[in-house]
């Protein structure tokens, strides 16, 4: 029997802390529960909010409907070979918990996004990445219930429309379904090409003396890392990076890189290149500011933080005057990552 709670506060279920409130709220851990929930007046008749693990967004006020919380779980192999496995796992599932599932299961591919926070549901609608690795890379499919008519519909990576921070989840079907499973294809550990690229992870196994990295030392640079310049949600409120890096085409990045020789970057080809929002956000001054509390990050400038007492409409307005000021300094358009609710 589905069990709905009248104002429910949410302030444990989005990672900057934010007491807010919901009308009515439910978990729901089944598709079967799911399409029992889709029937009820409960849905049919108020605003609806489908939330995962509260990781990437951002509530700037009490929510004046029905909230759902993706508790799907599970995780099972669909296929395998004696090179790779085919990985089908819940989308209410926590995404780090998973990826150290892989890893204590010698399966390579998502070592490089360890600890990035949020459910496995919400990891293809962001197409998360980190140090040169996205979900694309080893995507399979997605199995998501169509809110309209209630069925499971499977879509496979071009239906997707993967790109950096984008999908077709984000934009045309924004809205219109809930996750309920994704499976990867992944590598067996002997058979498995590790990411190295980003040259912070080879310093970090030059510390340690490690010369032919595992799939587990990854993971462990990679935590060491992030653990080192982002900050504990459950510690200070933060929805990890809050604006995408910038892509500008070359002749814009070449006026850019004249002024600022230092400005750090990376090129895509096909005439783009790719800044650090991070590094700009601190060269305009911001990094450690706090205002109402809230602020940017003393470690970090990409990373906007909630200090306890701040509302979600304080870091609008805080997000509002940083991208104000990188426009005005770089003449460059900062975006964010994280949904304003």
């Known amino acids: 029997m589905l069990k709905f709670i009248n104002s429910k506060s949410l302030s444990t279920y989005n990672t900057f802390g934010f007491d807010v409130k919901a009308d009515l709220f439910i978990e729901i851990n089944s598709t079967e529960e799911f399409k029992e929930l889709l029937n009820t007046t409960e849905w049919k008749s108020n605003p609806r909010l489908l939330l995962g693990g509260g990781s990437n967004i951002l509530l700037t ?40 599932y892989t890893l204590k299961h010698n399966w390579g591919g998502l070592e490089n996004l360890s600890l990035i926070p949020g459910t496995v549901g919400a990891a293809p609608m962001q197409n998360i990445g980190a140090y040169g690795v996205e979900i694309k890379d080893t995507f399979q499919s997605l199995e998501a219930i169509n809110l309209n008519t209630g069925k499971l519909e499977v879509f496979f990576s071009e ?11 984000k934009h045309k079907l924004k809205g219109q379904y809930l996750i ?8 067996k550990a ?25 799939i587990q030392d990854v993971s462990d640079a990679i935590i060491k890392i992030r653990q080192s ?62 205002e109402n509390g809230v602020g940017v990050h003393q470690k970090q400038a990409l990373v906007l933080v909630n200090y306890g007492e701040g509302k979600g409409k304080d870091i609008l307005n805080l ?23």
């Open 61 to 100: 006020d009490d929510f004046h409907g029905l909230v759902v919380v993706n508790r799907i779980s599970g995780i099972e192999i669909i296929e395998e070979n004696n090179k790779s496995v085919t990985v089908k796992c819940g989308g209410g599932e926590n995404w780090h918990q998973f990826v150290l």
């Open 159 to 169: 239906q997707c429309k993967f790109g950096y921070r984008e999908s077709v989840f």
């Open 319 to 341: 997000a509002k005057k940083i991208q104000d000021s990188i426009q005005s300094k770089f003449g460059v358009e900062l975006s964010p990552e994280v949904n304003f609710i």
């Open 180 to 187: 309920a499973s994704v499976s990867f294809q992944l590598d």
């Open 229 to 290: 310049k982002l900050p504990d949600p459950a510690e200070i409120g933060n929805s990890g990076s809050f604006f995408k890096n910038p892509i500008i085409d070359v002749a814009e990045f070449k006026k850019l890189q004249n002024e600022f020789p230092e400005i750090p970057s990376y090129d895509l080809g096909k005439g783009q290149v790719k800044l650090a929002a991070g590094w700009l956000i601190e060269k305009a001054g911001w990094k450690g500011y706090q």
């Open 190 to 214: 002997n058979f498995h090409q590790l990411k190295l690229d980003y040259g912070v992870i080879k310093n970090v196994m030059a510390e340690k003396n490690i010369e032919h990295p595992s």
